[in-house]
Each structure stands twice: as C-alpha cells, then as structure tokens.
C-alpha cells in the first residue's frame, strides 16, 4: 500500500469515529431536572395562551422542542395515568395505570430514583395529589380512582415537598387513619392555604390547598401556582445534591374536557406564568434541566379566529374526550438538546435517567 493510500485510510478511518460519536452525543449532567405538565395541552391551546398573552409566552424562552407519540398500551387514546406513567417510569401501561406496568406490577419512578439517590424531591399540582399526573410518580396502584390508596402510598416515600389538592384523601379516610398526624409525625410542616404555604422556609412541607379539587384560575385559586412554585423551588434547591420536581397545569385538561375556551386560556397563562419563574431559576442556576410538555391533547381543540392586540380566539371543539395528536415537547438547560426529534413518551423517562446520569431503573 502506498503512502499515500495509508493516509487516506487513516483519514476515513477517523472520520468514521468521529461520525460515529457525533451520532451518539452524551448530554451534560443536569443537577436539578423540573419536569412541567400541562395536562391536556397540545400546540391549539398553548397558542391559545400565546394569543391570551398579546403575541408571546414565557415557553418560547425553551431552546430545543420535539414531539412525543402518546398512545398507551391498550389504547389510541391514552389517559393521565397512562402517560403520566410513561414519563415517570418508562413504560407504557394500561389507561388508568399508576406507576404500574401492563401486569399490575409496580415500576420505580424517577421521582423514587432521584429520592434514593439522595436528591430533594416535590410535586406541585392544581388538582389533588392524588389526582392521575402526581399520583404515577409516587404510587403505585392498578387504578387511578383509588385516591385514599394513593394517599397512602405518599407515606412510603422521602417527598419533601408536596403542594396540591386532596386534603380528604388524607383526612376523611374509610379507613379511620388520619395521614396528616402522620405525615406530622414524619416532620412534615402542614398548611392549608397558600399564606400558609409561603410562611415555610426550610425542611419538609405538606400542603393541602383544597378538600378535593382546587377552584379554577378564575374562580378564586388565582396565581397559588406560581406562588406554589416558588415556595418549592425555594425549599429543594438547598439539597446541595440536586432536586427532582413535578409542576402540573392540571385544569388546561379540564377546560378541554369542558370545551370551555376561556377555561383553557386562563389555565394556559397560569401555567405560562409558572413557567416563567422556573426558566428564571434554571437560567440564574445553570445546572437546571426544564422539560415542558403535556400527556395528551384535550378537546380536539383548534383555534378558527383570533386577534393578537385583543388577545381573542375563536375555539373549535372536536370532542369532550382526549385526542390521540403528537403533544409538543420544550426543553432548556443542559441536556435539553435531547429533546429534539420525534420520540416515544417513555423516551422521556430515558433522557431524564441520562441527564441525572442514574444507571438503571
Ligand atoms: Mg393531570
Ligand atoms: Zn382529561
């Protein structure tokens, strides 16, 4: 062999390494990783929210987006649970599953993972915490109707922060337990408005912000969201070693369901102005990854008029069900160029196990 063919072997020889990792990139640790839900909100109702907000939301601040296939094990149309599940613990189950596989069996989520792994872990929803989103990440039960079982599950876990409704799953209990002593017991600070929630400092924290359900934005919850946020943001963040957090726009889904366009608006800026705060944190911060997407799209919903200066939609209705479309995906911070591309709900599971660099499951 010549010379000269020596080098232009050498040549390909390197520049099929090369390829061959740039194919395969390993993502940036993440110390922190905030992954946000909007239930029920697919690309009509966060341009909806983008049109409420006169042209612009907090979520364009993302620098990466993908999209994730959402079907569930045994339907087109997944649930909450299901794809709550999908994220939390990488597989896909059946519709109403929480934290369990196809045969009943539980699967460890990311939240258990990162809590075992010694990171601050909290959930921030505007539903109960038992409600089907919160609830894969922490329970592990057949069906998501089981709320006090759900309930229950809470006690078995290390969650430092948990704010949402549900107080009666807790309390008002079939089984005569009453799980606010024991979360008490377990060092819990317990509150039971928003006022209470904001006094907190430091250390572990249970609030209950309603007896089951939370009001809507507009019918007196008003921005307990953001405020939610902070509070828990505030609290994880001094575990030196990170934080795994839950932040869910529960009722963009309920405004779906209810086909009620100004429902839907008026929990899209919410969720945007939640968003908002934690891009702020994750952008001072760093070492933060922010991941925001929805489980499933709600209503069918589409959007045949509007205006950018008065912030008005004309919505359209499909359906009061869920839909089976593609649910975008947003992403900022290190790692958060994993999120491009078109991907499998449980994919979600797999970057986040990456980002934090945890082995298996
Ligand atoms: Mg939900
Ligand atoms: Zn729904």
């Known amino acids: 062999m010549s010379t000269r063919s020596k080098y232009v072997l050498l040549f390909s020889f390197c520049l099929l390494v090369s390829v061959g990792q740039s194919q395969k990139p390993k993502p940036k640790r993440a110390k922190n990783i905030i992954l946000m839900i909007g239930d029920g909100m697919g690309t009509a109702q966060i341009y909806a929210g983008l049109t409420a907000n006169k042209g612009k939301l907090h979520l364009e601040r993302c620098t990466y987006s993908g999209f994730h296939k959402n079907q569930s094990a045994d339907h087109y149309i997944t649930d909450s649970a299901a794809g709550a599940t999908a994220f939390a613990c990488g597989q896909k189950t059946y519709n109403g599953a929480i934290g369990v596989d196809a045969n009943h069996q539980p699967i460890a989520s990311i939240l258990e993972i990162a809590e075992r792994n010694g990171l601050a872990t909290g959930m921030v929803v505007t539903c109960s915490s ?28 290390d969650i430092d922060v948990f704010i949402g409704g549900g107080r009666k799953f807790f309390e008002k209990r079939k089984d005569g337990k009453n ?9 819990y600070q317990i509150a039971n408005s928003i006022a209470e929630v904001q006094k907190v400092k ?3 924290l249970a609030a209950f912000l309603a007896e089951e359900q939370q009001a809507k934005f507009s019918e007196g919850r008003g921005d307990e969201l953001v405020k939610s946020t902070e509070v828990a ?9 990170g934080m795994f957090m839950l932040i869910e726009g529960s009722q963009i889904d309920w405004g779906g369901h209810a086909n009620d366009t100004q429902y839907i608006m008026d929990e899209m800026v919410d969720f945007d102005n939640t968003i908002g705060k934690v891009l702020d944190f994750a952008a001072k911060d760093g070492n933060t990854l922010v991941i925001i997407t929805a489980d499933h799209e ?3 919903f589409s959007l045949v008029d509007g205006d ?41 599971f797999d970057k986040m196990m990456q980002s934090f660099q945890f082995k298996v499951k």
């Open 233 to 241: 943001l505030q609290l994880l963040q001094q575990n030196k070693k």
């Open 179 to 187: 799980l606010i002593d024991s979360l008490r017991a377990k060092n």
């Open 202 to 204: 430091t250390g572990k």
């Open 298 to 300: 709600t209503g069918g």
């Open 308 to 348: 950018m200066k008065t912030g008005k939609v004309e919505g359209k209705f499909t359906t009061t069900h869920h839909t089976g479309v593609m649910i975008p995906v947003f992403a900022f911070g290190p790692g958060a160029e994993q999120f491009s591309g078109i991907y499998d709900n449980t994919a979600i």
């Open 130 to 157: 038992t409600h089907a989103t919160p609830a894969s990440f922490i329970a592990h039960q057949a069906s998501r109707s089981l709320d006090e079982d759900i309930a229950l599950d809470f006690m078995k876990t």
